[in-house]
Protein backbone atom coordinates (compact mmCIF):
# COMPACT_ATOMS: atom_id res chain seq x y z
CA UNK A 1 0.00 0.00 0.00
CA UNK A 2 1.72 3.28 -1.22
CA UNK A 3 -0.45 5.14 1.43
CA UNK A 4 1.17 5.79 4.76
CA UNK A 5 -0.58 3.68 7.67
CA UNK A 6 -1.42 6.49 10.14
CA UNK A 7 -4.39 8.63 10.78
CA UNK A 8 -6.90 9.78 9.89
CA UNK A 9 -7.72 6.78 8.58
CA UNK A 10 -9.57 5.77 5.64
CA UNK A 11 -11.61 2.06 4.89
CA UNK A 12 -8.51 1.06 2.78
CA UNK A 13 -6.47 2.03 5.96
CA UNK A 14 -8.14 0.70 8.37
CA UNK A 15 -8.53 -2.62 6.86
CA UNK A 16 -4.87 -2.80 6.37
CA UNK A 17 -3.71 -2.22 9.27
CA UNK A 18 -6.02 -5.14 10.32
CA UNK A 19 -4.53 -7.08 8.47
CA UNK A 20 -0.82 -6.02 9.40
CA UNK A 21 -2.08 -6.62 13.10
CA UNK A 22 -3.14 -10.13 12.66
CA UNK A 23 -0.25 -10.92 10.35
CA UNK A 24 2.19 -9.73 13.06
CA UNK A 25 0.48 -11.88 16.03
CA UNK A 26 -0.40 -14.98 13.87
CA UNK A 27 3.79 -14.94 13.99
CA UNK A 28 3.85 -15.15 17.59
CA UNK A 29 6.77 -12.96 17.83
CA UNK A 30 7.04 -10.85 20.65
CA UNK A 31 9.38 -8.37 19.47
CA UNK A 32 7.85 -8.08 16.24
CA UNK A 33 4.30 -7.43 17.53
CA UNK A 34 5.41 -4.82 19.98
CA UNK A 35 7.03 -2.72 17.70
CA UNK A 36 3.49 -1.66 16.47
CA UNK A 37 2.91 -0.34 19.84
CA UNK A 38 4.04 3.05 21.49
CA UNK A 39 6.37 2.93 23.99
CA UNK A 40 3.98 4.03 26.82
CA UNK A 41 1.10 1.95 25.06
CA UNK A 42 -1.53 1.25 27.59
CA UNK A 43 -3.48 -2.43 27.51
CA UNK A 44 -6.53 -3.75 28.77
CA UNK A 45 -6.31 -7.89 27.89
CA UNK A 46 -9.13 -9.27 30.06
CA UNK A 47 -8.09 -8.44 33.69
CA UNK A 48 -4.34 -7.99 32.87
CA UNK A 49 -4.01 -4.02 32.46
CA UNK A 50 -0.64 -2.59 32.18
CA UNK A 51 1.75 -0.33 30.37
CA UNK A 52 4.97 -0.02 28.02
CA UNK A 53 6.74 -2.36 25.63
CA UNK A 54 8.10 -4.09 27.42
CA UNK A 55 4.67 -5.08 29.41
CA UNK A 56 3.74 -6.05 25.70
CA UNK A 57 6.50 -8.40 25.21
CA UNK A 58 6.55 -10.14 28.71
CA UNK A 59 2.70 -10.51 28.27
CA UNK A 60 3.05 -11.94 25.01
CA UNK A 61 5.57 -14.60 25.66
CA UNK A 62 3.48 -15.45 28.62
CA UNK A 63 0.33 -15.96 25.99
CA UNK A 64 2.13 -18.06 23.57
CA UNK A 65 4.01 -20.18 25.57
CA UNK A 66 0.89 -21.53 26.82
CA UNK A 67 -1.42 -20.61 24.10
CA UNK A 68 0.25 -23.56 21.50
CA UNK A 69 -0.59 -23.69 17.70
CA UNK A 70 -1.99 -20.16 17.97
CA UNK A 71 -4.24 -18.96 15.25
CA UNK A 72 -5.95 -15.80 14.48
CA UNK A 73 -8.20 -14.07 12.00
CA UNK A 74 -9.17 -10.35 12.80
CA UNK A 75 -11.65 -8.26 11.07
CA UNK A 76 -12.46 -4.78 10.87
CA UNK A 77 -15.84 -3.42 12.79
CA UNK A 78 -15.32 0.16 12.61
CA UNK A 79 -13.12 2.70 12.26
CA UNK A 80 -12.87 6.58 12.84
CA UNK A 81 -10.13 9.08 12.31
CA UNK A 82 -7.49 7.86 14.67
CA UNK A 83 -9.65 4.65 16.11
CA UNK A 84 -10.22 1.18 14.86
CA UNK A 85 -12.48 -1.40 16.59
CA UNK A 86 -12.22 -5.37 15.61
CA UNK A 87 -13.58 -8.69 16.10
CA UNK A 88 -11.44 -11.84 15.92
CA UNK A 89 -11.49 -15.35 17.10
CA UNK A 90 -8.41 -17.55 17.48
CA UNK A 91 -7.88 -20.78 17.92
CA UNK A 92 -5.01 -22.69 20.30
CA UNK A 93 -4.24 -25.81 22.34
CA UNK A 94 -3.19 -26.08 25.99
CA UNK A 95 0.05 -28.78 26.78
CA UNK A 96 -2.98 -31.27 27.95
CA UNK A 97 -4.46 -31.46 23.89
CA UNK A 98 -7.44 -29.74 25.05
CA UNK A 99 -8.51 -27.15 21.91
CA UNK A 100 -9.93 -23.56 22.89
CA UNK A 101 -11.56 -21.01 20.33
CA UNK A 102 -11.27 -17.27 21.81
CA UNK A 103 -14.13 -14.83 21.09
CA UNK A 104 -13.33 -11.08 21.37
CA UNK A 105 -13.28 -7.57 20.49
CA UNK A 106 -10.41 -5.01 20.66
CA UNK A 107 -10.56 -0.99 20.37
CA UNK A 108 -7.88 0.33 19.26
CA UNK A 109 -6.58 4.23 19.62
CA UNK A 110 -3.51 5.70 17.38
CA UNK A 111 -0.95 8.02 17.73
CA UNK A 112 0.04 10.61 15.14
CA UNK A 113 2.87 8.33 13.29
CA UNK A 114 0.28 5.38 13.40
CA UNK A 115 1.77 3.47 16.36
CA UNK A 116 -1.17 1.92 18.32
CA UNK A 117 -0.97 3.66 22.43
CA UNK A 118 -4.24 2.18 23.80
CA UNK A 119 -5.82 -1.39 23.01
CA UNK A 120 -8.87 -2.28 25.05
CA UNK A 121 -9.23 -6.40 24.69
CA UNK A 122 -12.20 -8.00 25.93
CA UNK A 123 -11.96 -11.71 25.30
CA UNK A 124 -14.09 -15.23 26.28
CA UNK A 125 -12.64 -18.53 25.74
CA UNK A 126 -14.55 -21.48 24.79
CA UNK A 127 -13.07 -25.35 25.02
CA UNK A 128 -13.98 -27.20 21.36
CA UNK A 129 -12.98 -30.53 19.90
CA UNK A 130 -10.16 -30.63 17.89
CA UNK A 131 -12.40 -31.67 15.03
CA UNK A 132 -14.64 -28.53 15.71
CA UNK A 133 -11.29 -26.63 14.71
CA UNK A 134 -11.15 -23.87 11.97
CA UNK A 135 -8.20 -22.27 11.49
CA UNK A 136 -5.26 -24.96 9.74
CA UNK A 137 -3.18 -22.68 7.65
CA UNK A 138 0.46 -23.31 8.40
CA UNK A 139 1.01 -22.15 12.08
CA UNK A 140 4.53 -20.88 11.33
CA UNK A 141 3.10 -17.90 8.82
CA UNK A 142 0.10 -15.51 8.33
CA UNK A 143 -3.52 -16.55 7.35
CA UNK A 144 -3.62 -17.46 3.44
CA UNK A 145 -5.30 -14.59 1.39
CA UNK A 146 -7.85 -17.10 0.51
CA UNK A 147 -8.98 -18.32 3.67
CA UNK A 148 -12.42 -17.50 4.61
CA UNK A 149 -12.51 -14.38 7.59
CA UNK A 150 -15.10 -14.41 9.99
CA UNK A 151 -18.35 -12.45 8.02
CA UNK A 152 -19.60 -15.72 7.32
CA UNK A 153 -18.65 -17.62 10.98
CA UNK A 154 -21.50 -19.39 12.34
CA UNK A 155 -20.57 -17.89 16.21
Known amino acids: MSTPLVP????????????????????RDPDRVALAYTEDSHWRNRAEIFQ?????RAFLRRKWDR???YRLVKELWA????RIAVRFQYEWHDDAGQW???YGNENWEFAENGLMRRREA??????????DRRFFWDASGPRPQDHPGLMNSPE
Do not use: Q
Open 67 to 69: ELD
Open 52 to 56: GREAI
Open 79 to 82: FGEN
Open 122 to 131: SINDRPIAAE
Open 100 to 102: YRA
Open 8 to 27: PFTHDIAIAKVRMAEDAWNS
